[in-house]
């Protein structure tokens, strides 16, 4: 299992990505792995072991440029071809590895999995793939927005992309996939909604668990598994879902560090509840999304991924190549094209 | 102020509908309200004091027929001619009330204000503003239902009445308005966000305050007063959102009961800060949401509405006509029109 990492991705590059990529191969020793850390060589090596290349299973791949947050992701790509994220797409273009992580622009990773790797036949749009977590567990909501103004088809496809990767990567069998809606009657929604329902209603019911429409409160309800969405939607949603998130803890914190002493003392015994609440709620635990439809493992990363977030992407990667999840997609979107013709 | 109440809807008609008019006869004295309570006179008299007509301003309108909640909006608004909701629409139709409140079907109100009511000239659409709490305010959403795959134009129009709605009845000065978008830059968006942006550039800004596209974690941060946005993205963000925070709420709820003795100690102290957020996120607080763009005042009110939150929708009922917000909106909109002849 090799993968490769985007270290000059992210807020914390290349450091937190280095000791990402140690602390995976210290947890994961039963998969095999081999990492290659792409990026700054002498940034890169500050952040390991002086015995490294003895005791660990880490490579390195200079490059010398980056792709910066605010450049324009293709002209990026296509410009900056010793950069850290297109070395690293290139690396899994070339056989050398399965997987790239990135923390760096998703913009950037998504222009460069597109022009680099390609989409799988018959893909129409990659969509990226963010798990949401719930009291009972994880649903995942696809497109969160690699893609807008989505054809019915883009929203089929990726109802199977994301059906295909939490079978095997959240270990969720038998997904529930649900269109997202503004109601559950079947006469309710946009014209992208009304069109794309039927064709969800047409998938093969051994092999898709597809269960209606679900509106947006069933996002975190634990009701279904899959929420299929159109970018613009899902992008909307996920970013207003982290800005609550975060104004209601606010809000909390504030209420106790403004209370009475004996608020104060509660505080000190609520720490486990909150620190509960944070981890329940913690993208770092998650191990990034992957982007689904490209040949080839993308996982991308948010920003401000530390260590943690990165050894679970690593993971993540490695699970993608383990079970076989592009082959999977592969012949699940072929089979459903044959249905159409 | 005449308010016309739809005694028969929501969950708990019509007693709380009944309780809730007499809090805001009790607490707003000074704004000369009249309440007509339209349903069924047996039932409605059981919440009244029985020397009422001494000493409210109530009246009640009798009425045989209730819309219910899976009635088809549009031809139970037709049928049930004697319904509470439609009686109390034609109250304000005919000029005998100004405003009416309603915590039934959202769709059957709606439905009501179009066909009773009607638009006011040059609206191509109504929409249904939704007040959202942010940790400085308020920020109002809309259209959070009514319409899907808007045309640039409804936007347009959504933008000038919510920034006026929050002017004089959210008492918000010169209210940022913002587009609801998937990046800050203009060069983001879909088909439709693409199209509006220069619609709400060209807006006078001595009148209104644009300040550009805005992102899905602005609705709560206080960054934006007015969040314009297509009904379908409003809705599930709106629904999500509703989700969201009732997940949260019972998570940290369930670490604290199933804590140790001393967290749930704790429990006791930090109950004034729980009760701090949930009154932050109490949608009873913020007196329903209004229907704009009608000929007339409707505020919609979710369908667990106790007397509280109908007490607070009749005060905003009166205030929309206290602040001549239809003759304000009015005026707006055919300003704009005769900017684009």
Chains 1, 2 share one sequence.
Do not use: W
């Not at 899994?92 to 622009?105: I, P, Y």
């Not at 793939?129 to 929203?155: E, F, R, Y």
């Amino acid at each position: 299992m090799k993968v490769a990492i985007d270290a000059m991705g992210g807020d914390f590059a290349p450091q937190e990505n280095v000791l990402g990529a140690i602390e995976a191969l210290k947890e994961y020793k039963d998969k095999n792995l081999e990492i290659i850390l792409v990026g700054n060589k002498d940034q890169i090596l500050e952040f390991l072991p002086q015995d490294y290349s003895d005791t660990l299973n880490i490579k390195i791949h200079n490059t010398t440029e980056v792709i910066e947050m605010d450049d324009h992701p293709a002209a990026a790509v296509r410009e900056k071809k010793d950069s850290s994220l297109v070395v690293a797409a290139r690396l899994v273009k070339d056989g050398l590895c399965d997987s790239f992580v990135s923390a760096g622009s998703t913009g950037a990773a998504v222009a460069a999995s597109l022009l680099i790797l390609g989409r799988i036949k018959n893909i129409e749009r990659a969509t990226i793939a963010t798990p949401i977590p719930n009291p009972a567990g994880t649903t995942l909501l696809l497109d969160s927005g690699a893609n807008v103004d989505s054809k019915p088809k883009h929203l089929l496809q990726s109802a199977i992309m994301g059906s295909i990767y939490a079978e095997h990567i959240l270990k969720i069998s038998n997904p529930r996939i649900g269109l997202l809606n503004i109601g559950e009657e079947e006469s309710k929604g946009n014209k992208q909604a009304l069109e794309t329902l039927p064709l969800l209603k047409n998938l093969d019911r051994n092999k898709f668990n597809f269960i209606g429409n679900v509106e947006g409160r069933d996002i975190t309800n634990g009701s279904v598994d899959v929420v299929v969405c159109d970018g613009f939607v899902g992008n909307v949603v996920l970013k207003f879902g982290e800005g609550l998130a975060y104004t209601i803890l606010q809000i909390l914190r504030e209420a106790l560090e403004t209370g009475s002493i004996l608020t104060k003392i509660a505080t000190f015994f609520l720490l486990p509840a909150m620190r509960s609440l944070k981890k329940k709620f913690d993208y770092a635990e998650f191990g990034g999304a992957p982007l689904l439809g490209v040949n080839g493992g993308c996982i991308i990363c948010h920003g401000s991924s530390k260590a943690k977030a990165i050894k679970n992407a690593i993971r993540v990667a490695a699970e993608f190549k383990e079970n076989d999840v592009l082959n999977n997609i592969s012949k699940s979107i072929a089979a459903e094209e044959k249905k159409e013709i």
